[in-house]
Nanobody, 122 residues
Framework: VQLQASGGGLVQAGASLRLSCAASGRTFRGYSMGWFRQAPGKEREFVAA????????YYADSVKGRFTISRDNAKNTVYLQMNSLRPEDTAVYYC????????????????WGQGTQVTVSS
């Protein structure tokens, strides 16, 4: 599975962005998907995850109520709608795919996209 993240950019605090992650290559079917982020000098951290069917979603406490993860399996694409952005949301955002394990652990994920930069100015 190849993953291509897009949609990042430079915005002001309070603005919104929608990230997309397009999957290609091996079948996308059966994979749960997650978004992680990594700020300069910090470890990569979990942001959100969604199961294959979309029936279950999970969020980090820091983004709960502001970010929404969704997927369109017909388009092999996962989205991260980010509202009310804050300067502390500034990071490179990565999408990833996994079949089993803990959704919040990077070690559970089999495939990773290249990342897209999100910068939020105050």
């Amino acid at each position: 599975v190849q993953l291509q993240a897009s949609g990042g950019g430079l915005v002001q605090a309070g603005a919104s962005l929608r990230l997309s992650c397009a999957a290609s290559g091996r079948t996308f079917r059966g994979y749960s998907m997650g978004w992680f982020r990594q700020a300069p000098g910090k470890e990569r951290e979990f942001v959100a995850a969604i199961t294959w069917s979309g029936s279950n979603t999970y969020y980090a406490d820091s983004v709960k109520g502001r970010f929404t993860i969704s997927r369109d399996n017909a388009k092999n694409t996962v989205y991260l709608q980010m509202n009310s952005l804050r300067p502390e949301d500034t990071a490179v955002y990565y999408c990833a795919a996994y079949r089993s394990g803990s959704y919040y652990r990077t070690s559970s994920y089999d495939y990773w996209g290249q990342g897209t930069q999100v910068t939020v100015s105050s």
